[in-house]
């Protein structure tokens, strides 16, 4: 068979059969409900041996549309005669005989847990989706229903980190062409997903200081990894109190409430204790010695490893 592309003016008069729209179609959008697990479950237990499917619910199956209708629709189960608990299936279903979209049911096997679903492709059989799982005790009147619905997700959209779409659904993405940053909407707020910074010095010089070692930060990822560098006392006098590092955060990177902690050493044999100060303190992105032996002229300090915290 030569090559085809459709629909096209040479193509079938521009007529689209049902298998070559679900060779078009299949991938305009995931298979599923539209909506998300907030919503309430499309499947509920019925009124004896059936479930119920709740009404003005909406999904697609390899490009083939579904509508719930605008009133609860009951669907039928068969009785479980078998000591051991069944477990159904109940699934949309493409049934490409008559390319139709209906709800259905998967019997399952007593004792065999779950059947697997069919998800035949090509020009026919039949293609089913996930909705609910119905278990059915041996001889009872009535099923307990847990939920499962597939649903469709959302794109990725380019924007800026001032231009996100402003009405997200859950599971959105979004890629901020001046930042780099792809985000996720939680149903609460954007998070990181990936975000790259290279490999940022963040040295802050001081009189007191010289720094033999850059400290250097990254963040990736919607975390900040430090290296804080190596620094040379050139002061004469010793510390008194608190003293500042020549280090400096920049403000896109400090933690917004806590403050993180970094253990070192003194020329020699002495331990000493840093402080990163967080960005709701009069010392936001500053780093400082709180605790020290004595420092002199010369002596070197040399933090003990790096240090991580999460801004995103």
């Known amino acids: 068979m030569a090559e085809e592309s459709f629909p096209s003016p040479g193509h079938n008069n521009r007529q689209v059969t049902d298998d070559e729209h679900e060779l078009l179609a299949a991938r305009f959008s995931d298979d599923g409900i539209y909506g998300d697990p907030t919503d309430p479950q499309v499947i509920t237990a019925g009124t004896g041996l059936s479930v119920n499917v709740r009404p003005d619910v909406a999904g697609s199956v390899r490009g083939h549309g579904w509508y719930s209708g605008s009133t ?23 049934t490409r005989s008559d390319w139709k979209v209906r709800v259905a049911v998967v019997g399952g096997t007593p004792g065999a847990g779950a059947p697997t679903l069919t998800q035949e492709t090509g020009t026919t059989g039949v293609y089913e989706i996930p909705l609910a799982q119905a278990r059915i005790l041996g001889g009872a009147s009535s099923v307990t229903v847990t939920r499962a619905e597939l649903y469709v997700g959302t794109r990725c959209r380019p924007c800026t980190s001032t231009t996100r779409n402003p009405n997200p659904r859950i599971g959105e993405h979004c890629i901020e062409t001046d930042t780099g940053i792809e985000r996720v909407w939680t149903g609460q707020s954007w998070k990181a997903v990936f975000d790259d910074s290279g490999e940022i010095v963040v040295n802050s010089p001081l ?21 804080l560098g190596v620094w040379t006392r050139a002061a004469n006098s010793q510390p008194v109190g608190d003293t500042r590092l020549p280090v400096l955060i920049p403000e896109r990177f400090r933690h917004p409430r806590r403050g993180q902690y ?25 780093v400082w010695l709180v605790q020290y032996p004595t420092i002199s002229k010369g002596d070197n300090v040399m933090p003990h490893s790096g240090v991580s915290w999460v801004v995103d």
């Not at 477990?87 to 493409?94: E, F, G, P, Q, S």
């Open 262 to 286: 970094a253990l070192g050493y003194v020329s020699g044999a002495g331990v000493c204790r840093m402080e990163i100060y967080a960005a709701n303190t009069t010392r936001a992105g500053q």
């Open 72 to 94: 609860t629709v009951s669907v039928p189960l068969s009785a479980n005669i078998a000591s051991q608990p069944r477990i159904d299936w109940i699934v949309l279903r493409l």
């Open 207 to 227: 009189s007191a200081w010289s720094t033999a070692v850059d400290s250097v930060l990254e963040k990736r990822n919607g975390s900040v990894h430090l290296r």
